[in-house]
Nanobody, 121 residues
Framework: VQLQAYGGGLVQAGGSLRLSCAAS????????IGWFRQAPGKEREFVAA????????YYADSVKGRFTISRDNAKNTVYLQMNSLKPEDTAVYYC???????????????WGKGTLVTVSS
């Protein structure tokens, strides 16, 4: 499966953005999808994940209550709605696919190119 994240940009603190992760391939619905992010000088970290059917979601504590992950298997797309953004959310955001949910980037099998989110204070 091939993935492409898009929707990043520059936003003021307190604002919102919606990221999309578009996937190619007929097996999209067979994969859990995760969002990860990497800030300059920091390791890639888990943000959110969603199971194959979309009924179970997982969030990092730092984004819980602010971010919402969802998927539309008919459109081969996963979304990350980000509200109440903070400067510390600034990072390159990546989507990834795996056979199982994993908060460890090494546990995901396929990665897309990232999209930059910049939150100004």
């Amino acid at each position: 499966v091939q993935l492409q994240a898009y929707g990043g940009g520059l936003v003021q603190a307190g604002g919102s953005l919606r990221l999309s992760c578009a996937a190619s391939g007929r097996t999209f619905s067979s994969y859990t999808i995760g969002w990860f992010r990497q800030a300059p000088g920091k390791e890639r970290e888990f943000v959110a994940a969603i199971n194959r059917g979309g009924g179970i979601t997982y969030y990092a504590d730092s984004v819980k209550g602010r971010f919402t992950i969802s998927r539309d298997n008919a459109k081969n797309t996963v979304y990350l709605q980000m509200n109440s953004l903070k400067p510390e959310d600034t990072a390159v955001y990546y989507c990834a696919a795996g056979l199982r949910v994993s908060a460890d980037p090494g546990g995901m099998d396929y990665w897309g190119k990232g999209t930059l989110v910049t939150v100004s204070s």
